[in-house]
């Protein structure tokens, strides 16, 4: 096993950088890669690391299996007392138990593995009497530990008893299968009654995958039928690739069904007792367990590294195809608001009226707030066609199935911004009037209702342009038009980049990037390489 600095630098960099990959729309396959980054993260922190960086600890042996099976009955037998409850109720097992010799009970005080579980630390039970063991009732079970000591176990060895891999709780399930992730030694649980089901083979076929070292346990076998479901058992195993795993057949027995001491008899439970001794006292079988078990998941990480790139890629590839949606719906109205303005759309209901009137039924004031308020209709009206335009298109995309698309009143936002472009138009009527001759000057209010007038109004607004010849000559109305259109161009930019910017702000939030993509492929590089130099 190579346990080399630069390796173990490798795996943890590769870590973080699993770590921070985020896979929050909901495509189609990302509930499976989410599964792949939750278990490379409890392979790399509750077993990989720790184990390459202290070789010398002892053989964790996690006893996993599907609810009833028998595994704390199991685990209680191979103690040689009750350390984890055994009963009828099912599902039983709620809080992991671990349990070691009492000089290697150091390994376990830190955070070495499990980090996430809060150790709850138990002393050394003489008797086997239910007032003696704690009962797994505390709903935040699953976040700690129970850890207890043994003389009966050797040195060198834990057992680690998993909640059920088939749980009603979701909790249960998921921590089941990060604790297998943390094992030297996987010894799965069935019995004779389900040894097919679906669930014990998914982990079966997943300790395959990782080359992890397995150990079957075919329990309360009927002593009737014992050598035909013991064949049966094996020809499957051989099927999957799994024939050479130790197996070992335990049968039915009165302690099976919970309702003694939950202790099976020494010789049921002698043969995995021995095997277990065997590997963690002799030094060729203990390096042989801890090679297997490690090289395995590094060389998986060779095909689930890239594939939670893949995944990675496509999360990136939807959020890009998102926002490009938002993009060209914004930017289309953009482009109609302006054909729209040039075209004296502006120019209708009020507006329309009040220039009429102008000046001598309408005064500057009432033609400037005509004119506000329906650049503000018409700049209202291009994002309610951009939003339903998006929300048209996201509601295609799977990926946008959990983004917001409800309408949001852009009213108050819109005729805020549009009331500083009125200001701002102000002021600058106000500046060309400062450099006129102040008994031929016009009022500042006048000259900035006829600068609007010609900006949103078209050609129906010829008269304003002529008008403000008179007033401040050819040149003059060039240079103010110039500036005006400049400033109505960016007002107008400016809101339907703000309201771009809430659209797309959802989707920014969940921080979807190409970064991760990069990072995990040139990670596992740098691991690669690592190895091949060893």
Not at 325 to 344: I, P
Request: glycine letters at 6%; aromatic letters at 4%; proline letters at 6%.
């Amino acid at each position: 096993m190579d346990v080399r600095p630069q390796l173990i630098d490798a795996l943890s960099a590769l870590r973080d950088r699993v770590a921070a990959v985020r896979l929050p729309l909901p495509l189609p396959g990302a509930p499976r890669a989410r599964r792949t980054r939750t278990e490379l993260l409890a392979q790399l922190d509750d077993y990989l690391v720790p184990r390459l960086r202290y070789p010398e600890a002892p053989l964790l042996a996690v006893i996993g299996g599907s609810t009833g099976a028998g595994k704390s009955t199991l685990v209680n037998s191979l103690v040689g007392r009750r350390v984890s409850e055994a009963g009828v109720l099912r599902p039983t097992t709620r809080t992991p138990v671990l349990v070691c010799h009492p000089d290697d009970q150091h390994w376990f005080a830190g955070l070495r593995v499990l980090p996430q579980l809060t150790r709850v630390w138990l002393p050394e039970q003489d008797d086997t009497g239910d007032d003696d063991v704690p009962h797994d009732s505390a709903q935040g079970a699953c976040s700690t530990l129970r850890v207890e000591v043994a003389e009966s176990l050797p040195r060198g060895l834990a057992l680690l008893d998993a909640p059920d891999i088939d749980s009603l709780v979701a909790g249960n399930r998921a921590l089941a299968a990060e604790l297998i992730c943390a094992a030297d030694v996987w010894i799965m649980v069935t019995t004779a009654s389900r040894y097919a089901d679906a669930v014990p083979w998914h982990l079966l076929r997943t300790a395959k995958e990782y080359n992890a070292t397995l150990v079957t346990v075919l329990d309360r076998v009927p002593h009737q039928i014992v050598g035909e479901v013991s064949q049966q058992y094996g020809a499957l195993l051989t099927r999957a690739g799994l024939g050479d795993a130790p197996r070992f057949t335990i049968p039915e027995l009165p302690e099976s069904a919970g309702g003694g001491s939950g202790l099976l008899p020494t010789t049921a439970v002698a043969p995995l007792r021995s095997w277990l001794t065997h590997r963690v006292q002799d030094p060729a079988a203990r390096q042989q367990s801890l090679d297997r078990t490690a090289n395995g998941v590094i060389d998986s990480l060779g095909s689930r590294l890239p594939e939670l790139a893949s995944a990675v890629a496509v999360q990136y590839a939807a959020a890009v195809r998102l926002a490009g949606t938002v993009e060209e719906a914004y930017a289309r109205e953009g482009a109609r608001v302006r054909a729209r303005l040039r075209a004296g759309a502006a120019l209708a209901g009020d507006a329309r009226a009040r220039w009429r009137g102008y000046p001598l039924v309408s005064s500057s004031g009432e033609l400037l707030d005509a004119l506000v308020e329906s650049l503000t209709v018409l700049l209202e009206c291009a994002v309610a066609a951009a939003d339903e335009r998006v929300r048209d298109t996201w509601r295609q995309e799977s990926a946008a199935a959990e983004l917001p698309t409800e309408v949001v009143d852009t009213g108050e936002r819109v005729g805020l911004a549009v009331r500083r472009w009125r200001r701002v138009l102000e002021e600058l009527a106000e500046e060309e009037v400062q450099h006129l001759d102040r008994q031929s000057a016009p009022d500042p209010e006048a000259l900035a209702a006829l600068l609007a007038a010609a900006l949103l109004g078209g050609r129906r607004t010829r008269r304003a342009g002529e008008r403000l010849a008179e007033w401040i000559g050819a040149q003059g109305v060039l240079r103010l038009r110039d500036k005006g259109a400049d400033l109505l161009s960016s007002y107008i930019d400016r809101v339907l980049h703000a309201e771009r910017d809430r659209r797309l702000a959802p989707l920014d939030a969940l921080d979807v990037g190409p970064e991760p993509q990069a990072a995990l492929i040139a990670a596992l590089s740098v691991l690669q390489k690592e190895r091949h130099l060893r």
